[in-house]
């Protein structure tokens, strides 16, 4: 074992001993907890924000500019909205506990399974320093130690961040070691934490393509991912123009630069005539730019040409790959070859079409006329989230506090034995 | 890519096919599948026996005998058990489509989250050639297709039984791909397999501790382990002497060899005296080895010496290892060292003791006052199980099928749009 390996198993051997005393805890402690740790971000802001400032200065030095540097960026209003939902969280109700299935069975025995904590999750992410205190509430509140790995860039951020929240947290009783910064930035240490399957229980990579592929190759330990938005909206035959336009409009431009946001247009070809000239005139005239295939050039042709890198694409921007295809199992072909299983939307007026994309579309969620913007933990009624799964396994969709428990199952009887 | 990875890419790509024809099926059109495997496993009970009797013959060749050779043979009345045991599967209600949460927002959207199949799953296993059929049913329910690695041992038994089964399941409508059989039983057809992320969801892994290791070292898709089963049973001061005897014998002597028998027995030092004694004559006379420590073995002189390896064993044979201990925190202490995460149970008279076992110990099943025996899915009330997962991340405990299902959330709308 390398000294980097060691370095890392003696931290999340740390991180299980603290979920271990953690796990038992009431909703009482950890919210307690919680709101101490708000009021210490709010005491501790100057230090906070001047080691933010070192970071901020290092990365000018190095170039970096534009919405990079603004991701970094903290100051005292946004260091208040990350203490304020430190508090929301602490409002949240504990599902450490909650009954999941409860039966009596014939010979007497009480059988439940019951919400634990999944024990030491490691998180894995890059630039925004608001992240190390969110995951960190998130995972507290369900009961978990988290080993962080941010960005090298916000390291003197997270140092701070981590310092301030263990501080507060230890104050009030709970273990220091259930919030642990890896002091490893590079990728070496990314791969000797999510090899650590004695201690670490689930790996959430969030961040580029590249960090999440890197972790998947990597990993001993379970991973849930968060891979690309290549989000889809199928126009059916007799849609109304208006909410389609409306709804269009809100998906692609309303914030284009997030997971949720529309990259692929798909309009049935035997309505284009009726939908797509008037919704690629607001498109158009809001700045987006839209790259058709022949079809929908024919009827629009303001419309770009799209290679074939145009499918399956995450603009992350105001562009949007435009289709005219025949009904809606061409529709749902498109989909299933080009689709990220992110969040995939029909707008239609017949509720058999409507049914048949429900149960066919394989998605972490499946919209019906409305816009795929609503994807998201707090749209869903669950407050914070740790990000939107993309992976089938253990959880699909906004991560909220149940995604970072799992179960347990008691069985309470008086004496009996199998015969 | 080699040819064997080319090869196996290929099956799993069909598989995922078949898994998305499979996926939106009804129940009625899984079930009458099942009564036609079921039928024609009946039907072509002489077929299988043979090829069955040319495995078992091969293998008495290579010197196989004893309960490897009673593990892999097939005989009139197991076969028609297994079909039994696909007809009780069909009778099973469907998970698919069942809602797990619904609730609907304050800007009218329908939210629900709803089961779905996982998809592709890799079932790796060793001889058992029931295991091919019940598997296959199994997910075939859940309406997922499954890729078989089988034992080698059983690749005859295995063939026949999978074609059988494809046959059937196609002659009423079902894709046959749902079910293949790897025709690689090596180590290599495993790794290749492991590694299909694009096309495999998830990795059941059933075997002994190394073909597991192996899976989880290579795996690059999610794996749900069954893991080894260290079950332990703690006597709590005034505890009744008959109960814990019953317990006790049942734990450990009922069938030795499987995984939720009892493998070591902590004993409270302050009843040790009154308890230990009499349990032990009962085990010793039933001819159960005791492996004791030395408090143990002043107590009953008939316990053998326990070695440091006697801890955390798993005998699967009528050995138990006994240690004698300083209370509830040191019976607790001794769990988490030694504990596979599989059963853990605790007699006790104590509500108070029985609460924090139930919270502190961190287990796949916790069992207070009764046999570890009953931590099956059986018992539990879950109908058939595909094996009891050690795993924490996705399922633990008794994996029927609502383990072989994962989620998406459906959000119904009337066109609205995000502000």
Redo the contacts between chains.
């Keep these: 074992m390398t000294t980097l390996d060691e370095a890392v198993r003696t931290i999340c051997q740390r991180a299980r001993h603290a979920a271990?005393k953690l796990?038992?805890r009431s909703r009482a402690d950890k919210d307690t907890a919680l709101h101490a740790i708000a009021q210490a971000l709010e005491d501790h802001a100057q230090r906070i924000l001047r080691a933010n400032a070192a970071d901020l200065e290092a990365a000018r030095e190095r170039g970096t500019k534009g919405a990079m540097l603004d991701r970094l960026m903290l100051d005292e209003s946004r260091l208040a909205a990350v203490a304020a939902s430190v508090r929301q969280i602490a409002a949240l109700a504990d599902p450490v506990g909650e009954v999941i299935t409860r039966?009596t069975?014939p010979n007497g025995?009480r059988?439940a399974?019951v919400r634990?904590p999944?024990?030491v999750i490691a998180m894995i992410y890059e630039a925004r320093p608001n992240v190390t205190v969110e995951a960190s509430a998130l995972t507290l509140k369900a009961g978990n130690a988290v080993v962080l790995r941010g960005g090298s860039e916000a390291a003197r951020s997270n140092a701070v961040l981590a310092e301030v929240f263990v501080a507060a947290a230890k104050s009030v009783g709970l273990p220091g070691d259930a919030v642990q910064v890896l002091p490893f930035t590079d990728r070496d240490g990314v791969r000797a934490l999510v090899q650590q399957?004695e201690f670490v229980?689930?790996a959430i990579p969030r961040g580029g393509e590249a960090l999440i592929r890197f972790v998947?190759?990597n990993a001993?330990v379970?991973?849930v991912q968060h891979y690309k938005g290549v989000c889809h909206m199928f126009l059916d035959t007799g849609v109304?123009l208006a909410?389609a336009e409306?709804?269009v409009?809100?998906?692609k431009m309303?914030r284009p630069g997030v997971c949720n946001a529309l990259e692929c247009l798909l309009v049935d070809a035997n309505d284009a005539l009726r939908l797509l000239p008037p919704i690629a005139k607001a498109l158009l005239a809001a700045g987006c730019e839209i790259r058709g295939d022949e079809r929908a050039r024919e009827l629009v042709p303001a419309v770009k040409p799209a290679s074939t890198e145009d499918w399956g694409h995450e603009f992350l921007d105001a562009v949007l790959a435009v289709r005219v295809v025949d009904g809606l199992d061409a529709a749902l072909a498109h989909i299933?070859d080009y689709g990220s299983g992110h969040t995939e939307a029909i707008l239609t007026p017949s509720e058999g079409n409507?049914e048949?994309f429900?149960?066919?579309v394989?998605?972490?969620?499946?919209?019906?006329?409305?816009?795929t913007?609503?994807?998201d933990g707090g749209?869903?009624?669950l407050g914070a989230e740790i990000g939107i799964a993309t992976?089938?396994?253990?959880?699909?969709?906004?991560m909220g506090l149940e995604s970072l428990t799992?179960?347990?199952?008691?069985?309470?009887?008086?004496?009996?034995?199998?015969t």
Excluded: Y
């Design positions: 271990r796990a038992p039966a069975r025995l059988i399974r634990v999944v024990g399957s229980d689930l998947t190759d001993r379970p991973v109304d909410m409306r709804i409009m809100n998906a309303q299933a409507a048949r429900r149960r066919e394989d998605a972490a969620c499946v919209v019906v006329n409305a816009s913007r609503f994807h749209e869903f009624g992976s089938r396994l253990h959880w699909r969709g906004p799992t179960m347990k199952w008691i069985v309470d009887g008086e004496g009996q034995i199998r």
